[in-house]
Protein backbone atom coordinates (compact mmCIF):
# COMPACT_ATOMS: atom_id res chain seq x y z
CA UNK A 1 0.00 0.00 0.00
CA UNK A 2 1.41 3.52 -0.75
CA UNK A 3 2.67 5.57 1.34
CA UNK A 4 0.77 8.56 1.85
CA UNK A 5 2.63 11.91 2.26
CA UNK A 6 2.11 14.73 4.31
CA UNK A 7 0.76 17.02 1.78
CA UNK A 8 -1.18 14.41 0.66
CA UNK A 9 -2.55 14.57 4.29
CA UNK A 10 -3.27 18.06 4.51
CA UNK A 11 -4.91 18.39 1.41
CA UNK A 12 -7.60 15.92 2.45
CA UNK A 13 -7.93 18.23 5.38
CA UNK A 14 -7.94 21.03 3.97
CA UNK A 15 -10.61 20.10 0.99
CA UNK A 16 -13.02 17.24 2.51
CA UNK A 17 -13.32 18.32 6.05
CA UNK A 18 -15.40 21.74 6.79
CA UNK A 19 -13.21 24.36 8.13
CA UNK A 20 -14.67 27.50 9.87
CA UNK A 21 -11.83 29.61 9.19
CA UNK A 22 -12.40 28.96 5.30
CA UNK A 23 -15.99 28.56 5.32
CA UNK A 24 -17.61 30.21 8.16
CA UNK A 25 -21.21 29.19 9.63
CA UNK A 26 -21.67 25.36 7.63
CA UNK A 27 -18.37 24.58 9.40
CA UNK A 28 -19.78 24.70 12.91
CA UNK A 29 -21.15 21.45 14.48
CA UNK A 30 -23.07 23.11 17.72
CA UNK A 31 -22.69 19.48 19.86
CA UNK A 32 -20.04 17.91 20.78
CA UNK A 33 -20.97 14.19 19.44
CA UNK A 34 -17.96 14.12 16.63
CA UNK A 35 -15.46 14.72 19.63
CA UNK A 36 -17.00 12.59 21.55
CA UNK A 37 -16.84 9.73 18.48
CA UNK A 38 -13.08 10.44 17.57
CA UNK A 39 -11.65 10.76 21.47
CA UNK A 40 -13.38 7.67 22.18
CA UNK A 41 -11.99 5.80 19.05
CA UNK A 42 -8.86 7.22 20.52
CA UNK A 43 -9.03 5.87 24.11
CA UNK A 44 -10.00 9.40 25.99
CA UNK A 45 -6.75 10.63 25.33
CA UNK A 46 -7.33 14.37 26.61
CA UNK A 47 -8.06 12.49 29.96
CA UNK A 48 -4.43 11.33 30.34
CA UNK A 49 -2.85 14.59 31.62
CA UNK A 50 -3.64 17.85 34.13
CA UNK A 51 -5.34 20.50 31.91
CA UNK A 52 -5.92 24.32 31.93
CA UNK A 53 -9.27 25.48 29.85
CA UNK A 54 -8.85 28.85 28.56
CA UNK A 55 -12.23 30.88 26.46
CA UNK A 56 -13.17 34.31 26.20
CA UNK A 57 -14.14 36.41 23.63
CA UNK A 58 -10.21 38.39 23.10
CA UNK A 59 -7.14 37.49 24.67
CA UNK A 60 -7.62 34.04 25.39
CA UNK A 61 -4.83 33.45 22.73
CA UNK A 62 -2.45 35.89 24.43
CA UNK A 63 -3.62 33.84 28.25
CA UNK A 64 -3.00 30.64 26.99
CA UNK A 65 0.72 31.68 25.48
CA UNK A 66 2.22 33.27 28.97
CA UNK A 67 0.83 30.28 30.78
CA UNK A 68 2.48 28.03 28.61
CA UNK A 69 5.19 30.01 28.72
CA UNK A 70 5.63 30.24 32.67
CA UNK A 71 4.55 25.99 32.76
CA UNK A 72 7.68 25.71 30.82
CA UNK A 73 9.86 28.13 32.36
CA UNK A 74 9.03 25.91 36.21
CA UNK A 75 10.02 23.04 33.57
CA UNK A 76 7.08 21.33 32.84
CA UNK A 77 6.61 19.76 29.73
CA UNK A 78 3.72 21.57 28.47
CA UNK A 79 1.27 21.20 25.86
CA UNK A 80 0.00 24.01 24.27
CA UNK A 81 -3.53 23.82 21.50
CA UNK A 82 -4.36 27.03 19.85
CA UNK A 83 -6.25 28.13 16.71
CA UNK A 84 -6.24 29.21 14.07
CA UNK A 85 -2.74 28.68 12.78
CA UNK A 86 -0.89 31.25 10.91
CA UNK A 87 1.55 29.80 8.84
CA UNK A 88 1.60 26.32 9.39
CA UNK A 89 -1.59 23.91 10.08
CA UNK A 90 0.98 21.96 13.04
CA UNK A 91 0.97 25.11 15.08
CA UNK A 92 -2.27 23.83 16.40
CA UNK A 93 -0.41 21.68 18.48
CA UNK A 94 2.87 22.19 20.18
CA UNK A 95 4.90 21.33 22.92
CA UNK A 96 7.14 23.10 24.37
CA UNK A 97 6.70 25.56 21.28
CA UNK A 98 7.79 22.44 18.72
CA UNK A 99 5.21 21.81 16.47
CA UNK A 100 3.84 18.47 16.32
CA UNK A 101 5.76 16.56 13.53
CA UNK A 102 4.78 15.83 10.09
CA UNK A 103 5.47 12.42 10.54
CA UNK A 104 2.44 11.98 13.52
CA UNK A 105 0.30 14.47 11.57
CA UNK A 106 -0.47 11.65 8.89
CA UNK A 107 -0.04 8.75 10.93
CA UNK A 108 -2.91 10.32 13.12
CA UNK A 109 -5.15 10.86 9.90
CA UNK A 110 -4.12 6.97 9.14
CA UNK A 111 -5.47 5.40 12.31
CA UNK A 112 -8.46 7.99 12.93
CA UNK A 113 -9.64 7.98 8.77
CA UNK A 114 -12.57 4.98 9.45
CA UNK A 115 -13.77 7.36 12.20
CA UNK A 116 -13.43 10.17 9.83
CA UNK A 117 -15.69 8.55 7.04
CA UNK A 118 -18.09 7.44 9.97
CA UNK A 119 -18.61 10.81 11.35
CA UNK A 120 -17.67 12.96 9.37
CA UNK A 121 -15.88 15.52 11.84
CA UNK A 122 -15.16 19.12 10.74
CA UNK A 123 -11.18 20.13 10.55
CA UNK A 124 -11.20 21.54 13.89
CA UNK A 125 -12.86 18.84 15.96
CA UNK A 126 -10.24 16.34 14.08
CA UNK A 127 -7.62 19.20 15.00
CA UNK A 128 -8.57 18.98 18.63
CA UNK A 129 -8.39 15.16 19.00
CA UNK A 130 -5.27 15.17 17.22
CA UNK A 131 -4.27 17.79 19.82
CA UNK A 132 -5.12 15.64 22.63
CA UNK A 133 -3.77 12.94 21.17
CA UNK A 134 -0.49 14.25 20.69
CA UNK A 135 0.09 15.39 23.79
CA UNK A 136 -1.27 11.74 25.53
CA UNK A 137 1.26 10.04 23.35
CA UNK A 138 4.53 12.30 24.39
CA UNK A 139 3.71 12.27 28.13
CA UNK A 140 3.19 15.84 28.69
CA UNK A 141 2.62 16.93 32.34
CA UNK A 142 0.09 19.48 31.47
CA UNK A 143 -1.73 21.17 28.55
CA UNK A 144 -3.35 24.46 27.72
CA UNK A 145 -6.22 23.86 25.56
CA UNK A 146 -7.51 27.26 24.25
CA UNK A 147 -11.44 27.03 22.97
CA UNK A 148 -12.24 27.69 19.42
CA UNK A 149 -15.77 29.39 19.73
CA UNK A 150 -18.04 29.89 22.39
CA UNK A 151 -17.63 27.29 25.26
CA UNK A 152 -20.47 24.90 26.13
CA UNK A 153 -20.42 23.30 22.44
CA UNK A 154 -16.89 23.99 21.48
CA UNK A 155 -15.17 20.86 20.36
CA UNK A 156 -12.56 21.21 23.76
CA UNK A 157 -15.43 21.18 25.84
CA UNK A 158 -15.11 17.23 26.41
CA UNK A 159 -11.70 18.18 28.82
CA UNK A 160 -12.32 17.72 32.90
CA UNK A 161 -9.59 20.70 33.37
CA UNK A 162 -7.42 21.69 36.92
CA UNK A 163 -8.95 25.09 36.05
CA UNK A 164 -11.21 26.93 33.49
CA UNK A 165 -9.91 30.84 32.70
CA UNK A 166 -12.55 32.54 30.95
CA UNK A 167 -10.43 36.32 30.00
CA UNK A 168 -13.89 38.33 28.92
CA UNK A 169 -16.59 38.76 27.14
CA UNK A 170 -17.57 41.01 23.82
CA UNK A 171 -19.62 41.00 20.69
CA UNK A 172 -18.24 38.50 18.26
CA UNK A 173 -19.77 34.98 16.43
CA UNK A 174 -23.46 36.74 17.45
CA UNK A 175 -24.94 34.17 15.45
CA UNK A 176 -24.04 31.04 17.16
CA UNK A 177 -23.63 32.53 20.39
CA UNK A 178 -26.40 35.40 21.25
CA UNK A 179 -26.77 38.92 20.47
CA UNK A 180 -26.44 40.10 24.34
CA UNK A 181 -23.39 40.14 26.30
CA UNK A 182 -25.05 38.01 28.93
CA UNK A 183 -25.57 35.25 26.20
CA UNK A 184 -22.63 35.32 25.01
CA UNK A 185 -21.44 35.00 28.70
CA UNK A 186 -23.93 31.87 29.43
CA UNK A 187 -21.83 30.18 26.10
CA UNK A 188 -18.63 30.46 27.57
CA UNK A 189 -19.62 29.78 30.91
CA UNK A 190 -20.29 26.15 29.60
CA UNK A 191 -16.51 25.14 29.94
CA UNK A 192 -16.90 25.77 33.83
CA UNK A 193 -16.93 22.20 35.18
CA UNK A 194 -18.08 20.67 38.59
CA UNK A 195 -15.66 21.47 41.49
CA UNK A 196 -13.50 22.97 39.32
CA UNK A 197 -12.11 26.35 40.40
CA UNK A 198 -12.70 29.36 37.19
CA UNK A 199 -11.47 32.47 36.89
CA UNK A 200 -12.62 35.38 34.98
CA UNK A 201 -10.66 37.80 34.20
CA UNK A 202 -12.61 41.08 33.22
CA UNK A 203 -15.77 41.88 35.75
CA UNK A 204 -18.93 43.01 33.88
CA UNK A 205 -21.74 44.34 35.32
CA UNK A 206 -23.69 42.30 32.65
CA UNK A 207 -21.94 38.95 32.91
CA UNK A 208 -20.67 38.96 36.29
CA UNK A 209 -24.15 37.32 37.34
CA UNK A 210 -23.83 34.80 35.17
CA UNK A 211 -20.60 33.64 35.74
CA UNK A 212 -21.54 33.31 39.61
CA UNK A 213 -24.58 31.93 39.24
CA UNK A 214 -23.22 29.23 36.68
CA UNK A 215 -19.79 28.77 39.58
CA UNK A 216 -22.33 28.60 42.81
CA UNK A 217 -24.69 25.64 40.22
CA UNK A 218 -21.80 23.55 39.47
CA UNK A 219 -20.16 24.42 43.56
CA UNK A 220 -16.66 25.74 41.41
CA UNK A 221 -14.85 28.86 43.49
CA UNK A 222 -14.55 31.84 41.08
CA UNK A 223 -12.31 34.12 41.21
CA UNK A 224 -12.06 37.83 39.30
CA UNK A 225 -8.89 38.60 38.05
CA UNK A 226 -9.23 41.80 38.06
CA UNK A 227 -10.90 42.51 41.58
CA UNK A 228 -7.45 41.30 43.20
CA UNK A 229 -4.95 41.99 40.67
CA UNK A 230 -3.66 45.15 38.91
CA UNK A 231 -1.13 45.54 36.29
CA UNK A 232 0.55 48.92 36.25
CA UNK A 233 2.44 49.50 33.00
CA UNK A 234 5.98 51.08 34.11
CA UNK A 235 7.79 51.38 30.33
CA UNK A 236 7.83 49.66 27.00
CA UNK A 237 8.51 49.39 23.63
CA UNK A 238 6.56 47.33 20.61
CA UNK A 239 9.02 44.30 21.66
CA UNK A 240 8.60 44.36 25.51
CA UNK A 241 6.28 45.73 28.31
CA UNK A 242 7.33 46.41 32.13
CA UNK A 243 4.80 46.01 34.39
CA UNK A 244 4.61 46.72 38.54
CA UNK A 245 2.05 44.07 39.62
CA UNK A 246 -0.05 44.65 42.65
CA UNK A 247 -1.88 41.93 44.57
CA UNK A 248 -5.12 43.21 46.58
CA UNK A 249 -3.41 46.99 46.61
CA UNK A 250 0.03 45.51 47.78
CA UNK A 251 3.31 44.92 45.49
CA UNK A 252 3.84 41.55 44.12
CA UNK A 253 6.23 41.84 41.26
CA UNK A 254 8.28 45.32 41.06
CA UNK A 255 8.93 45.76 37.05
CA UNK A 256 7.51 42.29 35.58
CA UNK A 257 9.10 42.44 31.88
CA UNK A 258 7.21 40.71 29.60
CA UNK A 259 7.74 40.08 25.92
CA UNK A 260 4.70 41.58 24.70
CA UNK A 261 3.60 45.14 23.95
CA UNK A 262 0.05 47.20 24.18
CA UNK A 263 -2.02 48.57 26.90
CA UNK A 264 -4.38 45.93 26.32
CA UNK A 265 -2.49 42.95 27.52
CA UNK A 266 -2.69 44.61 30.83
CA UNK A 267 -6.11 42.70 31.63
CA UNK A 268 -4.17 39.38 29.98
CA UNK A 269 -1.15 39.80 32.44
CA UNK A 270 -3.85 40.12 35.60
CA UNK A 271 -6.03 37.16 34.01
CA UNK A 272 -2.52 35.23 33.99
CA UNK A 273 -1.03 35.90 37.40
CA UNK A 274 -4.55 35.13 38.89
CA UNK A 275 -4.71 31.81 37.46
CA UNK A 276 -0.89 31.34 37.91
CA UNK A 277 -1.92 31.82 42.12
CA UNK A 278 -4.13 29.11 41.83
CA UNK A 279 -1.99 26.56 39.73
CA UNK A 280 1.04 28.02 41.62
CA UNK A 281 0.67 24.88 44.50
CA UNK A 282 0.08 21.75 42.16
CA UNK A 283 2.84 23.22 39.47
CA UNK A 284 5.09 24.00 41.98
CA UNK A 285 5.81 27.75 40.01
CA UNK A 286 7.32 30.50 41.29
CA UNK A 287 8.10 34.28 40.58
CA UNK A 288 11.32 33.21 39.40
CA UNK A 289 9.69 30.88 36.67
CA UNK A 290 6.86 33.77 36.11
CA UNK A 291 9.87 36.35 35.22
CA UNK A 292 11.83 33.89 33.25
CA UNK A 293 8.68 32.83 31.24
CA UNK A 294 6.72 36.02 30.38
CA UNK A 295 10.04 38.11 29.36
CA UNK A 296 11.23 34.99 27.32
CA UNK A 297 7.21 33.92 25.71
CA UNK A 298 8.29 34.43 21.81
CA UNK A 299 11.61 32.36 22.57
CA UNK A 300 9.84 30.01 24.28
CA UNK A 301 5.92 29.00 23.16
CA UNK A 302 6.34 31.26 19.62
CA UNK A 303 4.03 33.20 19.90
CA UNK A 304 3.10 35.59 17.01
CA UNK A 305 0.79 37.84 15.16
CA UNK A 306 -0.80 39.69 18.15
CA UNK A 307 0.98 43.41 18.15
CA UNK A 308 3.67 42.36 16.34
CA UNK A 309 6.71 44.50 15.04
CA UNK A 310 7.15 42.81 11.19
CA UNK A 311 9.48 45.50 10.32
CA UNK A 312 11.19 48.60 10.95
CA UNK A 313 11.61 52.33 8.91
CA UNK A 314 8.87 52.91 8.62
CA UNK A 315 7.58 50.17 11.58
CA UNK A 316 5.22 47.78 10.45
CA UNK A 317 2.89 46.43 13.20
CA UNK A 318 0.23 43.73 12.81
CA UNK A 319 -2.60 42.74 15.12
CA UNK A 320 -5.28 39.80 14.98
CA UNK A 321 -7.97 42.14 16.50
CA UNK A 322 -11.13 41.16 14.56
CA UNK A 323 -13.79 42.36 16.18
CA UNK A 324 -15.54 45.08 18.09
CA UNK A 325 -13.89 44.67 20.84
CA UNK A 326 -10.29 43.85 20.38
CA UNK A 327 -10.06 46.21 18.13
CA UNK A 328 -11.13 49.09 20.38
CA UNK A 329 -7.89 48.30 22.44
CA UNK A 330 -5.62 47.91 19.00
CA UNK A 331 -7.05 52.05 18.08
CA UNK A 332 -6.50 53.03 21.44
CA UNK A 333 -2.61 51.67 21.26
CA UNK A 334 -2.43 53.35 17.41
CA UNK A 335 -3.84 56.66 19.30
CA UNK A 336 -0.75 56.79 21.52
CA UNK A 337 1.71 55.81 18.99
CA UNK A 338 3.68 58.57 17.54
CA UNK A 339 4.76 58.85 14.08
CA UNK A 340 4.55 61.36 10.46
CA UNK A 341 1.42 59.40 8.76
CA UNK A 342 -0.71 56.51 9.49
CA UNK A 343 -0.95 53.68 6.87
CA UNK A 344 -3.66 51.09 7.60
CA UNK A 345 -4.00 47.18 5.74
CA UNK A 346 -6.95 46.55 6.43
CA UNK A 347 -9.43 43.16 5.21
CA UNK A 348 -12.26 41.86 7.24
CA UNK A 349 -14.25 38.43 6.74
CA UNK A 350 -17.79 38.36 5.85
CA UNK A 351 -20.06 37.31 9.22
CA UNK A 352 -18.59 40.17 11.36
CA UNK A 353 -20.10 43.51 12.23
CA UNK A 354 -17.87 45.21 9.91
CA UNK A 355 -19.81 48.93 10.14
CA UNK A 356 -18.93 49.01 13.57
CA UNK A 357 -15.58 47.74 13.33
CA UNK A 358 -15.08 50.49 10.49
CA UNK A 359 -16.55 52.98 12.54
CA UNK A 360 -13.60 52.47 15.13
CA UNK A 361 -10.65 53.61 12.76
CA UNK A 362 -8.98 56.84 12.55
CA UNK A 363 -10.54 58.62 9.24
CA UNK A 364 -7.17 60.63 8.73
CA UNK A 365 -5.50 57.25 8.07
CA UNK A 366 -4.54 56.17 4.69
CA UNK A 367 -6.15 52.97 3.85
CA UNK A 368 -5.12 49.67 1.70
CA UNK A 369 -8.04 47.60 1.91
CA UNK A 370 -7.77 43.37 1.08
CA UNK A 371 -9.22 40.56 0.95
CA UNK A 372 -7.73 37.43 3.01
CA UNK A 373 -7.42 34.64 0.59
CA UNK A 374 -10.24 32.74 2.49
CA UNK A 375 -13.76 32.09 1.09
CA UNK A 376 -14.94 33.89 4.00
CA UNK A 377 -13.44 37.23 3.23
CA UNK A 378 -14.99 40.38 2.04
CA UNK A 379 -14.46 41.52 -1.16
CA UNK A 380 -12.34 44.43 -0.93
CA UNK A 381 -14.36 46.33 -3.59
CA UNK A 382 -17.22 46.15 -0.84
CA UNK A 383 -14.88 46.99 2.20
CA UNK A 384 -13.45 50.11 0.21
CA UNK A 385 -17.30 50.93 -0.36
CA UNK A 386 -18.18 50.43 3.20
CA UNK A 387 -15.53 52.31 4.25
CA UNK A 388 -16.36 55.46 2.33
CA UNK A 389 -19.56 55.48 3.65
CA UNK A 390 -17.58 56.13 7.10
CA UNK A 391 -15.07 58.68 5.80
CA UNK A 392 -12.35 56.03 5.41
CA UNK A 393 -10.63 56.80 1.95
CA UNK A 394 -8.16 54.08 0.88
CA UNK A 395 -7.65 52.13 -2.53
CA UNK A 396 -8.39 48.51 -2.72
CA UNK A 397 -5.66 45.53 -4.05
CA UNK A 398 -5.54 41.96 -5.29
CA UNK A 399 -3.84 40.54 -2.14
CA UNK A 400 -3.19 41.56 1.76
CA UNK A 401 0.89 41.14 -0.10
CA UNK A 402 0.12 43.65 -2.73
CA UNK A 403 -1.70 46.30 -0.09
CA UNK A 404 1.66 45.93 2.67
CA UNK A 405 3.80 46.83 -0.38
CA UNK A 406 1.55 49.35 -1.94
CA UNK A 407 2.00 50.81 1.65
CA UNK A 408 5.41 50.43 2.35
CA UNK A 409 5.87 52.09 -0.93
CA UNK A 410 4.17 54.99 -0.23
CA UNK A 411 5.48 55.61 3.30
CA UNK A 412 8.28 56.95 4.63
CA UNK A 413 10.94 55.74 7.77
CA UNK A 414 9.00 58.19 10.17
CA UNK A 415 5.22 56.85 9.02
CA UNK A 416 3.70 53.76 10.88
CA UNK A 417 1.98 50.52 8.89
CA UNK A 418 -1.16 48.69 10.79
CA UNK A 419 -1.64 45.81 9.16
CA UNK A 420 -5.26 44.05 10.79
CA UNK A 421 -8.77 43.42 10.71
CA UNK A 422 -8.64 39.66 10.80
CA UNK A 423 -6.68 36.95 11.86
CA UNK A 424 -6.27 35.47 8.29
CA UNK A 425 -5.24 39.34 6.68
CA UNK A 426 -2.37 38.62 9.41
CA UNK A 427 -1.58 35.11 8.68
CA UNK A 428 -0.07 36.65 5.10
CA UNK A 429 1.90 38.93 6.02
CA UNK A 430 3.56 37.29 9.78
Not at 152 to 170: A, C, F, K, M, Y
Not at 289 to 295: A, E, F, I, N, Y
Request: include cysteine.
Amino acid sequence: MRKISYQETLDFLFSQLPMFQRIGAPAYKKDLTNITALCEALGHPQRNYPLIHVAGTNGKGSVSFMLSAILQAAGLKTGLCVSPHYRDFRERARINGQYVSKAFVVDFVRRVRPVIDAVQPSFFELSTALAFDYFSSEKVDVAVIETGLGGRLDSTNIVEPVLSVITNIGFDHTEFLGNTLPLIAAEKAGIIKAGIPVVIGESHPETAPVFRQTAEHQGSELVFADERYRAARCSGDVLHTVFDIFQEQKLLYLALEVQLSGDFQTKNIQTVLQAVEILAPQFSITETHVRSGLSRLKSLTGFLGRWDAIGQNPLVLCDSAHNEHGLKGVVAELSKMQYKRLHIVFGVVKDKDISTMLGLLPPDARYYFCKANIPRGLDSGELQKKAAEMNLQGRLYSSVKNALRAAKRNATPDDLIFVGGSIFVVAEVV
